[in-house]
């Protein structure tokens, strides 16, 4: 087989594996790309060719990168998955499985190949390459060629070459030592023998290639019937292959016969020349290289490392790939497998055939219709059936397989590959699943669908949906304008809509929303609806599909709920407002008897008295947090654009006093500016201050006052080094009157949290608080 033949070879295989495959140069530029790579990024080829890698990583360029360095520093490391990013031409990203390996060639790095898998197909366990399939791509590559084990020499393969070159079989020869194929002339020894051992002695204790001078090597001559020797000279070179874990796997015996140049350089002064080239170390010999052996030498080198490329190519893309790798014989009768998963049970002509064995019944008809059209074409083919696996459970898979042809166009053998997508077919299955269940919960009316095809305004939906909107069912399975059925909606809410539609259209985000309509009975319905717009090529909205469900039944609570909390609002303001005058009735006796007659007290009846003024005292500020509680929806001042810095600047100056007394440190970053409510907010900061100060512990409060940004929201953030809250009494915190400690220990009325709570919460945002025991307090809200 020649490079063109060994060349195809290798492409076929690539070809039938479904992933994608890359490869860089020694500076990280693209030199080949497979089928798959330009499928999954959308770019042509010809765009691909001579980038850097980073158009197709982004910015998780940087990782592709680092692995590069770590196996070109650590050539014996394994390489690892990464669960990455690509980014195709459409600037969409899409999630994979990589990986690389780097290639060498006479401890040189070439570039590195990569493996892009994405993640939705079944991960299996990498694998090498088998010998037997490394032995077939070795045999077939030119040039003179074997391999040997490190230790006794062995030869384990060889290529077709060499067999030619030294007039052997490769039945004869396999399995026996590289001395005992090539002994030594015992009627006139040279020094060939010795000098090659030493050359595979250095290998072995440098690990580096080893280049021999032209050597004086007869050879058994295969022709005679007695033990006669053939006149060689050779030029041979011995390289080591190493394992994953760094050790000398085999040695590679590389030779050209020199003979013709050698024998020309003799023709004037033989004798003398003779003895020359027969000293290992004679600069005569390495002459001969360099004078009359160049072009042969050049010729070697390519070969060596064209074969060196491809075994790396192999090799890192058989042991990163999850394919089952395969061949059969030409009828598909028998089936081997080669590299990966071994889930296709291999089989020989013995009994039935592969497919009457382990294809389903079902899937025979359409299995075998298929390769018999591809035999009569000799054409590859792809096809998605059920294969019964080694442990007898039925799996689908997607198998590809190309023909290998002879010389006469007869195809000999298939090779070809498969991939396990039993997951993908059932989630499949499922999603369909799915559908049909979405599909009869909609004419039961639980849900209604729509298809909206823009460009001819026709809108296309169920009964369900159809109904809702007092719209003809049957005309809406046939399609009618989108006007129609905004017209079925409530005069106060059509506008929103329609504008919410036109946002979605044009910004390409989800749309959400709820409003009401008149169905076909003339009743108004709540509904909650949700879709989304889909673009052609050119970003042209062709298509706006969705689906609504009655929410009328959740509206009605929530009004009731809301009218419940707003009698309960009114009560809760009512009573503490009254509450205020019997109690200030009361603080005002209680104070004038201790003033009148303070002097006729005795100490019990001093001690009795100042409780009962603090109690009244702390009954007072409780009733008045609990109004402030009560106002904040009723009250509250209108919202309103304010500097959230100014603000904070008011607070710190009423607390002017008590930080000061606390010797507290307060820092503040810069805060945003936003609508709001600015007499609340400023509550709101003081009551988380106030806290941050009074639960600092033993030493000086740390306070800081930071701003961020989340999701679409504003988060603001107080932070202290203080007590701290146990995580199971966070939630508790923000209900009113709960207090975690009792008043000897703190003050305080337990409404404060309360009341923070429903000021965020009129202002369509959060609280809550991450906080350990003695690891301090951090108080965030959004607005």
Not at 438 to 447: I, P, R, S, T
Request: proline share 3%.
């Amino acid at each position: 087989m020649d490079d063109d033949d060994a060349i195809h070879h290798y492409r076929t295989l690539i070809n039938t594996i479904d992933n994608g495959i890359y490869r860089l140069d020694a500076e990280d530029r693209l030199v080949s790309v497979n089928d798959v790579i330009v499928e999954i990024t959308g770019y042509t080829r010809e765009e691909l060719l001579g980038e850097h890698v980073s158009v197709l990583f982004g910015g998780n360029n940087a990782t592709i990168e680092q692995e590069i360095d770590r196996l070109r520093t650590n050539v014996s490391d394994q390489s690892e998955s990464l669960d990455l990013t690509m980014e195709t031409a459409e600037d969409e990203q899409v999630r994979c499985e990589i990986r690389v390996n780097v290639l060498n060639a006479s401890d040189t790095v070439q570039g590195t190949v990569g493996i892009v898998r994405k993640v939705d197909e079944r991960k299996q366990t990498a694998t090498e390459t088998t010998e037997a399939t490394f032995r077939r791509l070795f045999e077939n590559v030119p040039g003179n060629y074997l391999v040997v084990q490190p230790d006794d020499y062995e030869i384990v393969a060889v290529s077709d070459a060499y067999l030619d070159a030294t007039m052997t079989d490769r039945a004869e020869i396999l399995g026996k030592t590289l001395f005992e194929i090539f002994p030594n002339n015992p009627e006139d020894p040279t020094e060939g023998v010795e000098n090659l051992r030493k050359s595979l002695e250095r290998v072995g204790e440098t690990r580096e290639a080893d280049v021999m001078s032209v050597t004086h090597y007869p050879i058994p001559d295969r022709g005679s019937d007695g033990d006669e020797f053939e006149d060689r000279w050779w030029s041979p070179t011995n390289s080591p292959v190493f394992t994953t874990t760094g050790e000398i796997d085999y040695i590679v015996h590389s030779v050209e016969d020199v003979t013709p140049i050698v024998e020309e350089f003799l023709a004037d002064g033989e004798d003398e020349l003779l003895q020359e080239l027969e000293t290992a170390d004679s600069q005569l010999a390495s002459d001969i290289v360099l004078r009359g052996q160049e072009l042969l030498q050049q010729a070697k080198q390519e070969a060596y490392e064209q074969l060196r490329e491809s075994e790396e190519r192999f090799r890192a893309l058989v042991t990163t790939t999850s394919d089952v790798v395969f061949s059969t014989n030409a009828d598909w009768t028998e089936m081997h497998n080669l590299e990966g998963s071994d889930f296709l049970v291999d089989t020989d002509e013995q009994g039935p055939s592969w497919i009457e064995k382990y294809i389903p019944p079902e899937d025979q008809p359409r299995v075998q219709k298929t390769i018999d059209e591809a035999i009569r074409t000799e054409s590859s083919f792809e096809l998605e059936h059920r294969i019964v696996d080694k442990d007898d459970t039925v799996a689908w898979v997607v198998s590809r397989a190309t023909p290998l042809l002879d010389e006469n166009g007869e195809i000999t053998r298939w090779l070809g590959a498969a991939n396990d997508v039993t997951e993908r077919v059932e989630r499949e299955r499922y999603l369909e699943d799915a559908k049909e269940r979405l599909e009869a919960a909609a004419q039961a009316g639980a849900v209604g669908t729509w298809e909206w095809n823009i460009p001819n305004d026709q809108m296309v939906t169920g009964a369900s949906f159809a109904k809702k909107y007092g719209i003809d069912p049957e005309a809406a399975t046939e399609g009618v304008s989108f006007d129609q059925f905004l017209s079925a909606i409530h005069d106060d809410d059509r506008e929103r809509i329609k504008r919410k539609v036109e946002d979605a259209i044009e910004s390409g985000e989800e749309y959400k929303a709820e409003y009401r309509v008149w169905n076909n009975d003339g009743e108004l319905r709540w509904v909650v609806a949700r879709g989304h717009i889909e673009y052609d090529d050119t970003g042209t909205p062709v298509s706006f599909p969705g689906a609504l469900a009655d929410i009328t039944e959740r509206k009605q609570f929530e009004r009731r709920l809301e009218k419940s909390n707003e009698r309960l609002e009114q009560f809760a303001y009512a009573a503490s407002h009254d509450l205020q005058e019997p109690l200030r009735m009361v603080s005002s006796y209680l104070q004038l008897i201790e003033n009148r007659y303070k002097d006729d007290l005795d100490d019990d009846a001093e001690e009795f008295l100042g409780y009962a003024i603090d109690g009244a005292d702390r009954m007072r500020d409780m009733i008045e947090e609990l109004l402030k509680y009560s106002r904040v929806d009723r009250q509250g001042d209108p919202v309103e654009s304010i500097d959230l810095n100014a603000i904070l600047e008011d607070v710190l100056e009423d607390l002017h006093v008590q930080i000061a007394e606390s010797d507290a440190e307060v820092t503040v970053e810069d805060l945003p500016c936003l609508e709001g409510d600015a007499s609340q907010l400023r509550q709101l900061f003081q009551n988380l201050l106030d806290n941050a100060i009074t639960y600092s512990g033993d030493e000086p409060p740390q306070i800081h006052v930071s701003a961020g940004r989340r999701n679409n929201n504003w988060m603001i953030s107080v932070d202290d080094k203080g007590i701290g809250i146990d995580p199971k009494d966070q939630d508790r915190i923000f209900t009113v009157f709960n207090r975690l400690h009792n008043q000897e220990a703190y003050e305080g009325t337990g409404i404060g949290l309360a009341l923070c709570q429903r000021i965020v919460e009129r202002h369509g945002g959060e609280i809550w608080v991450d906080s350990e025991p003695g690891e301090g307090a951090t108080f965030s809200f959004t607005l």
